[in-house]
């Protein structure tokens, strides 16, 4: 399984990132997908999941309203549209994928990609 997540860059404060991330070696339409983030001396943080045929979404509450997860099972990827972006929002993205439904939980994941880097300016 191979997750590869890009978009990640340097934007403003109040302005918009989209991040994308590809998957390969898995039957992408039964994972639940999700995006985590890492800041410097930080946990990893769940950020967003979503469904296997993308009807249910689930958000933590620092990005909620802001962020929206969605997938293209025909694409194999998975999108994560950042608004309104805050410099507390710089951070490593992963994506993670599982089969399972501990959509919070990191070490419920069985596959992550290498991350992609977004940095907030003030």
């Known amino acids: 399984v191979q997750l590869q997540a890009s978009g990640g860059g340097l934007v403003q404060a109040g302005g918009s990132l989209s991040l994308s991330c590809a998957a390969s070696g898995l039957t992408f339409s039964t994972y639940v997908m999700g995006w985590f983030r890492q800041a410097p001396g930080k946990e990893r943080e769940f950020i967003a999941a979503?469904?296997?045929?993308?009807?249910?979404?689930f958000y933590s509450d620092s990005v909620k309203g802001r962020f929206t997860i969605s997938r293209d099972n025909a694409k194999n990827t998975v999108y994560l549209t950042m608004n309104s972006l805050k410099p507390e929002d710089t951070a490593v993205y992963y994506c993670a994928a599982q089969r399972g439904s501990r959509l919070t939980r990191p070490e419920a994941y069985e596959s992550w990609g290498h991350g992609t880097l977004v940095t907030v300016s003030s």
């Open positions: 979503i469904s296997w045929v993308g009807g249910t979404t």
